[in-house]
DNA sequence: CCAGACGTTGTT
DNA sequence: GTCTGG
DNA sequence: CCAGACGTTGTT
DNA sequence: GTCTGG
């Protein structure tokens, strides 16, 4: 799934360039990214020019007399989004791109506990990023929320896809990732529904990189570089002693 | 017909 | 808006 | 996603 | 356990 992500890396200059955006976007690096909060979205205009605008994450449909509470419907199924009624107008119109370097997960590692620990042990945070270090672009969905007397909305929501091998060691789902020739066709309005399937299906998936990441990323008031950074040496866990990016036992799932 | 939900995730 | 349940 | 609150009363 | 806030 994809509950917390990060766009710390790129400048300005650099999104615009990759985005084909027309003028460099607001935006200062973001290390812990979580729902309810306002991200980048990038977006097809009228006359096919990418425009760039900031939406709360969690979508909010336009015919909802309420919005949800914050953050809900942060992520949608990118199997089923085409025919929920949540979803189904935002698929058929309003298709859109969240840049990014990389998202979180979170799983519990295999050797613990510790033997006279009490309790589960904790969830421990991993950051999945191009092998590459490439831009990424999780396909999304947005919506333009009018009420009456209320501030409009403008929001979005990430598709999620079922994992790759290499998320898969640490989680069964995923945001879909599309690469930048199958970005124009998720954009292009005119792109039919099955084609939009085939590009949401995960098949294009670029080859990623799982590391393991301080805690610090769990509090997502912390914002900071080390959230990207080797969880510090520390109530003990073989794995999380080891120094630099952590191989991960291949199969938890 | 009207009323009320409409989602994903993980966990057990 | 659209679907499900009563 | 995770972290942290979750309430009422009376008093200042 | 469940909801809200970040």
Not at 89 to 116: N, T, V
Not at 142 to 161: C, D, F, M, V, Y
Not at 178 to 186: D, I, K, N, R, V
Not at 219 to 236: E, F, I, M, Q, S
Request: charged residues 20%.
């Amino acid at each position: 799934m994809c509950g917390r992500y990060s766009l710390a890396g790129p400048d300005p200059a650099e999104l615009r360039t990759r985005f084909g955006l027309r003028e460099a976007p607001e935006w200062t690096p973001r290390y812990n990214l979580a729902p309810g909060e306002a991200i980048l979205t990038v977006t097809a205009g009228p006359d096919g020019a990418r425009e760039v605008a900031r939406r709360r994450w969690g979508l909010v449909p336009p015919f909802l007399e309420q919005p949800p509470r914050s953050g809900a419907l942060f992520n949608a199924r990118a199997e089923t989004a085409a025919e929920k009624p949540l979803f189904r107008a935002a698929f058929a119109r309003s298709r859109c791109l969240i840049p990014a370097d990389g998202f979180y997960e979170w799983a519990r590692l295999p050797d613990e506990p510790i033997p006279g620990a009490p309790g589960r042990p904790p969830r421990r945070p991993f950051h999945v990023s191009a092998a590459d270090g490439a831009i990424l672009a999780f396909a999304g969905l947005a919506a333009l929320w009018r009420p009456g007397t209320a501030e409009a909305i403008a929001s979005t929501t990430i598709l999620t896809t079922v994992a790759n091998a290499t998320v898969a060691a640490v989680h069964h789902r995923m945001p879909v990732i599309l690469t930048p020739e199958q970005e124009l066709e998720w954009l292009d309005p005119t792109t039919p529904v099955g084609r939009l399937r085939e590009l949401i299906s995960g098949e294009a998936t670029p080859t990623l990189s799982l590391v393991a990441v301080n805690p610090a990323v769990n509090d997502a008031r912390h914002d900071g570089p080390d959230c990207l950074t080797p969880p510090p040496p520390g109530p003990p866990t073989s794995r999380s002693r080891a120094r630099g990016p952590v191989a991960v036992a291949p199969t938890l799932f």
